[in-house]
T-cell receptor, first 111, second 113 residues
Framework: DAKTTQPNSMESNEEEPVHLPCNHSTISGTDYIHWYRQLPSQGPEYVIHGLTSNVNNRMASLAIAEDRKSSTLILHRATLRDAAVYYCILRITDSWGKLQFGAGTQVVVTP | NAGVTQTPKFQVLKTGQSMTLQCAQDMNHEYMSWYRQDPGMGLRLIHYSVGAGITDQGEVPNGYNVSRSTTEDFPLRLLSAAPSQTSVYFC????????????FGNGTRLTVT
């Protein structure tokens, strides 16, 4: 299975953007890039996903490199509620949700 | 809409005891799965089901049993609890289609002494 590499932690000030990098150099053509986040004492929550093009939704933006070997999750204005562990996951279509989680990136937001 | 509901939220067992972790979803999702999360680590897949009557093993299935008699429910059974099964357990569901996101419950924190 293709693996991802993320920094252990990142810090941000409130209301500033946060750019979370993810390396996936062994990604295959059928792998989608998914991001989930996990708030303290809660289950993971879906954030965004994409294949080749950049994607935006109400929670975040996903910027995917042209060679697809890396991607960046962008939180445009961090709030205290965005403090969580963020997981970058490669998912094969029709993999029946068998997500392979790494350790993720702990985001700390400072007021 | 309740989403994915897990019960109980907390449980303490003695070594050798058995118990069932309950998971129910009200979204008519075909796919359901169980993960465990140990301190400082990501989630690991225990068992999953692609529909009623169909189950399969994930990455760490030993010591756990599952069954799926209805679309809504996917219980996880520990037949003889061991301290190594101390963990937080998450249930998830999703529609069958392609890249549909998974919906997770809020977990059951299990301690085996």
């Amino acid at each position: 299975d293709a693996k991802t590499t993320q920094p252990n932690s990142m810090e941000s000030n409130e209301e500033e953007p946060v750019h979370l990098p993810c390396n996936h150099s062994t990604i295959s053509g059928t792998d989608y890039i998914h991001w989930y986040r996990q708030l303290p004492s809660q289950g993971p929550e879906y954030v965004i996903h994409g294949l080749t093009s950049n994607v935006n939704n109400r929670m975040a933006s996903l910027a995917i490199a042209e060679d697809r070997k890396s991607s960046t999750l962008i939180l445009h204005r961090a709030t205290l509620r965005d403090a969580a562990v963020y997981y970058c996951i490669l998912r094969i279509t029709d993999s029946w949700g068998k997500l392979q989680f790494g350790a993720g990136t702990q985001v700390v937001v400072t007021p | 809409n309740a989403g994915v509901t897990q019960t109980p939220k907390f449980q303490v067992l003695k070594t050798g005891q058995s118990m069932t972790l309950q998971c129910a979803q009200d979204m008519n999702h075909e796919y359901m799965s169980w993960y465990r999360q140990d301190p400082g680590m990501g989630l690991r897949l225990i068992h999953y089901s692609v529909g009623a009557g169909i189950t399969d093993q994930g990455e760490v299935p030993n010591g756990y049993n599952v069954s799926r008699s209805t679309t809504e429910d996917f219980p996880l059974r520990l037949l003889s609890a061991a301290p190594s099964q101390t963990s937080v357990y998450f249930c998830a569901s999703s529609p069958r289609q392609g890249n549909s996101p998974l919906h997770f419950g809020n977990g059951t924190r299990l301690t085996v002494t």
